[in-house]
């Protein structure tokens, strides 16, 4: 794959936010509509203990990448007190199929000995994706014998009738230095559901995607798209320590294809997209989301900060 | 209608001397039979540690199979480690429930960790011995019956039962958690999954057993036997909220079924209260185990304060429709 940068075409902090979120557009999430789309994105709020709430708001754009509008209220309420999603979503993978719009949540909760543990949740939409209403309390899916904590970023396309989830799992907690928190490992698994409720995990604890750089390396975020006939996925990885400040174990895009759904083959070469001196995404890029409009194929992500300032588009070079 | 007689405390953890990890309450009883003894798991605590806080252990205690009185074995130490760091079960292992498969002993137990806004979670994991119950090999680092979209919160209290080539676990899972008096305190009913090879799970994703003291009443323990053509489960059950050294604290209750999935409650044919007097089981009954050995029934439970001081048994004297 190659890819055209278009830019930077959201900045969370030129505009008022519901849920007196301030900073942070991450993890865009595309929903197409005829004449304008609609980009969900996790913006945060700091809550009485200084820590972050990850809430989702959304942005349209005119089909030329114009904001004409900010979401006003709240998408989705956090989850109730003890529930997988009381302390934030991120992200809400939204997506049409079997004549409803579907929002996967990854949820967040807080935890005492690690900072959080994940599952993922379902929502539904029936205002056209302006808000969305949980199913339940609890999630679709969740921790099992192989995948023990951190089952996340959920991302869902429905191929010959069956639903296919690309998602996370956390691997290990590990102590990288005296006093420091500990940091998570997290793979790319693979679930598939009739319905969109009820999945099962293709292989407990299977990674679908061979490491790069090393075991303590941690992949997240995918999302798929078909080309052709063959299927691609784009995630981000980065060393598991010393990410966040220290470019050179920073996220970057991966990419795997595969042919048949289930055999994945790694080639970071064909990824198509690097970080731009001096710009935006000079120092990271991370949550890429592919989407095709008007036969077009483009992927938006964000770059520096986590998206602390926002996301950016780039369009396939054919 | 049941009609147990009470033998007495067998265990009090307080009179075990020199086990760091076992230093304080025995609880939730569950029971392994060989040729000469009854191997008899429970769940206990070393002391509070630095935050205050306990984490729970599982061991056992061997029982002379001809006279259950009398204590011929106590573990050396724990069945199984807590989990690493970040696990479901890196705080605790409680309660625990065997079965024999083959020649190997499977457990199921409540892992326990530690959230930020409510005190704890639950999930439940699984584990084999191949040594006869002594020791116990985690079959992942993460459990085996988690949270779905209606159980989103403590999943535990599993109760292994195999009956007509199915494996068949009751276990309770929570719904909320309600705040009483600023506290939050889980409220968890009776649930039940079935697997063909104990290892995959389907949830029935129902409330198995009615409430009848509030909408919020807690249930725990569903512990089943087959006996003269019935499926029999004895449970407890309590208050929601200011439960704690009253007399809205946990009691024994029974419901009977035909066919495993239906179940009648009926509390009045239960047949064991709390003591009278200054018995260690005078304010509360709670975490029901019930056995058949060599021709008896037999039922093991846990007195005030939920197992803070051991566990007793009584045996069925009589049982009429």
Not at chain 1, 234 to 246: A, G, I, V
Not at chain 2, 110 to 138: H, L, Q
Not at chain 2, 265 to 292: L, M
């Amino acid at each position: 794959m190659k890819w055209k940068k278009i830019g930077k075409i959201f900045d969370p902090t030129y505009y008022e936010l519901p849920n007196n979120c301030k900073e942070f557009a991450q993890s865009p999430q595309v929903l197409v509509f005829d004449n304008f789309i609609r980009v969900y994105f996790s913006t945060r709020e700091r809550d009485q203990t200084g820590k972050y709430l990850s809430h989702i708001a959304f942005a349209d754009f005119d089909k030329q990448f114009n904001v004409i509008r900010v979401s006003n209220k709240p998408v989705i309420e956090l989850g109730r007190l003890g529930c997988f999603d009381e302390h934030g979503i991120f992200p809400l993978n939204v997506l049409r199929a079997k004549g409803e719009i579907f929002g996967y949540i990854g949820g967040w909760n807080r935890r005492v000995s690690v900072s959080v543990d994940g599952s993922i949740g379902l929502a539904l939409s029936h205002d056209a994706g302006l808000t969305f209403q949980r199913i339940g309390d609890g999630p679709i899916l969740s921790s099992s014998l192989n995948e023990p904590f951190l089952v996340g970023d959920p991302f869902v396309k429905v191929y010959e009738g069956v639903f296919h989830m690309w998602y996370i799992f956390g691997t290990t907690w590990k102590m990288y230095s005296d006093g420091a928190p500990p940091d998570r490992i997290y793979k790319i698994g693979h679930a598939v559901s009739q319905d969109g409720i009820e999945w099962e995990k293709h292989e407990d604890g299977r990674r679908i995607v061979s490491d790069k750089l090393n075991d303590n390396e941690s992949q997240a975020l995918p999302t798929e798209i078909k080309i052709g006939r063959r299927h691609h996925i784009l995630f981000c990885f980065r060393e598991s320590s010393d990410f966040r400040k220290n470019k050179s174990r920073g996220y970057k895009i991966g990419h795997a294809y595969s042919d048949d759904l289930l055999n994945w083959t790694r080639d970071d070469v064909n990824a198509g997209i690097d970080v731009t001196e001096g710009a935006w995404d000079s120092d990271m890029l991370c949550y890429p989301h592919l989407f095709e409009m008007d036969g077009e194929v483009y992927l938006m992500y964000n770059g520096n900060e986590f998206g602390r300032f926002g996301f950016g588009l780039a369009k396939l070079d054919r | 209608m049941f009609k147990w007689k009470k033998l007495g405390r067998i265990f009090n953890p307080l009179e075990v001397k020199d086990k760091p990890w076992l230093k304080e309450f025995a609880q939730a009883p569950a029971t392994l039979v060989f040729d000469n003894f009854v191997r008899v798991y429970f769940s206990c605590r070393p002391e509070r540690d630095a935050s205050g806080q306990y984490v729970s252990y599982t061991g056992y205690v061997d029982l002379s199979r001809h006279n259950l009185l009398k204590v011929v074995g106590l573990s050396e130490k724990p069945i199984m480690e807590l989990g690493g760091l970040g696990t479901f079960d890196e705080f605790g292992t409680y309660p625990t429930s065997v079965v024999r498969n083959g020649k190997e002993t499977i457990a199921y137990y409540g892992g326990w960790t530690r959230c930020e806004s409510v005190p704890y979670n639950v999930a439940i994991g699984m584990a084999i011995s191949r040594d006869d119950g002594v020791s116990f090999t985690k079959q992942g680092s993460g459990p085996v019956l988690s949270f779905s979209v209606d159980e989103p919160m403590t999943v535990s209290g599993p109760k292994i039962r195999r009956f007509n080539n199915q494996w068949y676990m009751w276990y309770v899972a929570g719904n909320k958690w309600r705040l009483a008096d600023g506290r939050p305190e889980s409220i968890f009913k009776i649930r039940m999954a079935t697997s063909i090879d104990g290892v995959s799970w389907k949830k029935m994703n129902v409330n198995l057993i009615e409430s009848v003291l509030e909408e919020d009443e807690c249930q725990a323990s569903p512990d089943v036997i087959f006996f003269q053509n019935k499926y029999h489960m004895f449970f407890s059950y309590k208050y929601s909220s200011n439960f704690r050294n009253t007399d809205r604290g946990y009691r024994i209750g029974y419901a009977s079924s035909d066919e495993l999935i239906h179940w009648v409650r009926d509390d009045s044919k239960a047949g064991i209260d709390i003591s009278s007097g200054d018995e260690w089981d005078n304010q509360s009954i709670a975490y029901p185990h019930v056995f058949e050995l060599d021709g008896k029934i037999y039922m093991m439970y846990l007195g005030n304060e939920v197992g803070r001081f051991g566990f007793g048994l009584a045996v069925l004297e009589d049982y009429s429709i």
